[in-house]
């Protein structure tokens, strides 16, 4: 299969600090890649790296054979669309005029959105489930709607590849699986490449077909979640003791931890 | 699931249905003709329709009518700047005088004023001082390279409390005259004294409010967060440089002919908001024609109210503008 985005060798951080330190990959067409690692392992900064909204100071990162560092930001917005952890948006726009949003980076300056821009933003918005919020208010969504409608908007500008960045940290139970389950069938029926970064250990085991751990800007472990979440890993990472079972049902491996053990002092 | 289940009246933002729409824009396009028309007839001189057509008072009729134009380019400009900037710092009490161009126009005046410079070259200094406090409220704010939200707006507060205090300094050493001469301009005025400036303001005013325009999806995308714009494939850091680049240049050339007139470029683009949403396709140009009738309107009382002596239009935008826009607030809420 094709690699869409390939990373070599980066390094990169904020004021030249690096935090991301020699990371390279290899993402395909139909990854579901998960990216997980205890807090300021680098996760996000990779992420944002990977979609140049942070330039490296090493490395080299390649768009279908194309020098990331080249292309203008339309160019990378019309193959990667981005959702970050929680978008707050003051400004009351209609659903669907956040979700036409999604065609900026096809259209230029002095155009305007067409039918087919029309029919593309609304095929989005039937596969999301959101085609019966369309004239409602963005500030006025539940968490888990508005959610629905970023991944919209992110749908619209026909990306080759999805960043999300912790999508749903802020929502309970029942809209975590909800937007999951979408992003599986995006991956499944449409191709669509996806790199999540994920803090629940068991959505990204369930959901993510490979896994990157990251610690300390470096990647610690890679492989299929069977691989990567073994007790050894995630207890010499994440400091604590933890049990490692397969999910009855659908038999991937889940992290159950065991409380007051924090190896602080150990190592 | 079709929009058949949609509560009634939330349909104007969806393309196919938006007669309540035309119908606001309508609404808004009558006021503003009837403002303009009211602009021409009344003023400070009371005269009737054929007096004021009759040969003998043309120059009555040609000074209100670049009052008209003054008042229409300058209240656009205004509220245009202030939509500019609510958006790119995505702050509510954005406004275009937060960039420091009112109190460094003002220093310079006041400065040409004491020199004894004539009246004539006033706007020149002004304009220049308002370009030149941009400039440095810019290059405070600046953090590698990128324009800081933050420090954008902190910079331009402190530039102005550090100018304002500067002028009241001057005046308080200066004689009676100069401070006459300043008054006028610290209160704002649409008197027109120029042709020609009248007609280099509107140039520049209408030229940036149209490659302002180009701008509106960019401006959308900014207004949702600088990092969802850039993942839009907005060059935002370039964006952020052109819009505020035009800003200041709006703000200086209107602030240079009429002085500080607060209020409108804080409120009108609140307004507009909360009449037809915040897609600034459509809020550029009706916040143009809304703000246009409200400040004819206003400049009407300011001229009519105690006529002959005129009242600072600054005065009456304020007095005017807050009540509205507090009921227009508090109907939103209850919506």
């Given amino acids: 299969m094709d690699t869409l985005l390939k990373v070599e060798g980066i390094c990169g951080g904020y004021d030249n600090k690096p935090v991301i330190n020699n990371v390279s990959l290899e993402i395909k067409q139909a990854d579901f890649l998960g990216i997980i690692g205890p807090n300021g392992g680098g996760k996000s900064t990779l992420l944002r790296l990977m979609s140049r909204a942070l330039m490296p100071i090493k490395g080299k990162i390649s768009l279908e054979g194309r020098d990331l560092a080249r292309l203008s930001h339309k160019e990378i917005a019309r193959k990667i669309a981005f959702i970050p952890q929680l978008t707050l948006i003051n400004f009351s726009f209609t659903v669907w005029e956040i979700v036409l949003m999604g065609r900026i980076p096809h259209l230029s300056r002095m155009q305007s959105e067409g039918k087919i821009d029309f029919s593309i933003a609304e095929r989005a918005l039937s596969l999301t489930d959101t085609l019966n919020l369309r004239n409602r208010r963005i500030d006025e969504l539940s968490a888990g709607e508005r959610q629905r409608v970023i ?3 992110a749908l619209t500008q026909e990306p080759l590849l999805l960043f999300l960045d912790e999508p749903t940290s802020h929502l309970d139970i029942g809209h975590q699986v909800q937007i999951l389950d979408l992003l599986a069938e995006l991956n499944q029926k449409n191709n669509l490449s996806i790199v999540i970064v994920l803090h629940d250990l068991n959505l990204a085991g369930e959901y993510c077909k490979n896994i990157i751990l990251l610690d300390n800007g470096e990647i610690f472990k890679q492989g299929t979640p069977e691989e990567v979440l073994t007790y050894q890993n995630i207890e010499s990472l994440y400091k604590t003791v933890v049990v490692v079972k397969d999910n009855p049902v659908t038999l991937k491996p889940h992290v159950l931890l065991v409380p007051g053990n924090i190896k602080c002092k150990q190592e | 699931m079709k929009n058949k289940e949609l509560p009634f009246g939330q349909k104007m933002h969806f393309p196919n249905a938006s007669f309540g729409l035309k119908r606001k824009i309508i609404l808004l ?63 509510p009490l954005a406004e275009p005088y937060l960039l420091g161009t009112s109190s460094g126009a003002g220093v310079a005046a006041v400065i040409a004023l004491t020199l004894g410079a004539a009246s004539f070259y006033i706007p020149f200094a002004a304009f220049i001082g308002a370009i030149l406090t941009t400039l440095l409220v810019y290059y405070i704010s600046r953090e590698r390279g990128k324009i800081g939200v933050h420090s954008l707006i902190l910079s331009g507060v402190i530039v102005s409390i550090a100018f304002s205090a500067i002028i009241l300094f001057l005046l308080s050493t200066s ?25 280099a303001v509107t140039l520049i005013v209408a030229l940036g409010i149209f490659v302002t325009y180009l701008f509106s999806q960019d401006l959308n995308a900014i207004s949702i967060g600088e990092e969802e714009a850039l993942h839009l494939g907005v060059n935002v850091e370039l964006v952020k440089k052109i819009l505020l680049f035009l800003v200041s240049l709006i703000t200086a050339a209107i602030i240079s002919v009429c002085g500080v007139i607060g209020f409108v470029g804080l409120i009108i683009p609140h307004i507009t908001r909360l009449v037809i949403g915040p897609n600034h396709r459509l809020l550029i140009p009706v916040s143009c024609i809304l703000s246009s009738a409200f400040m004819l309107l206003c400049d009407s009382f300011a001229r009519t109210l105690f006529s002959p002596s005129e009242i600072p239009i600054g005065v009456i935008t304020a007095i005017v503008g807050a009540p509205i826009f507090i009921i227009l607030l508090k109907k939103s809420e209850v919506k």
Wanted: charged fraction near 15%; charge should be positive; glycine fraction near 6%.
């Fill in chain 2, 175 to 199: 004689e009676r005259q100069t401070l006459h001469g300043i008054s006028w301009w610290l209160w704002g005025n649409l008197e027109v004294f120029d042709y020609k400036l009248l007609f």
């Fill in chain 1, 151 to 153: 991944i919209a908007k």
């Fill in chain 2, 29 to 91: 396009a009558a006021i503003f003709i009837l403002a303009v028309i009211l602009g021409i007839l009344k003023g400070s001189v009371n005269l009737s329709f054929l007096e004021l057509i009759s040969r003998e008072n043309r120059q009555i009729l040609h000074l209100r009518f670049a009052r008209v134009i003054l008042a229409i380019v300058a209240s656009s400009g205004l509220s245009v700047c202030g939509i500019v900037l609510q958006a790119i710092l995505r702050n």
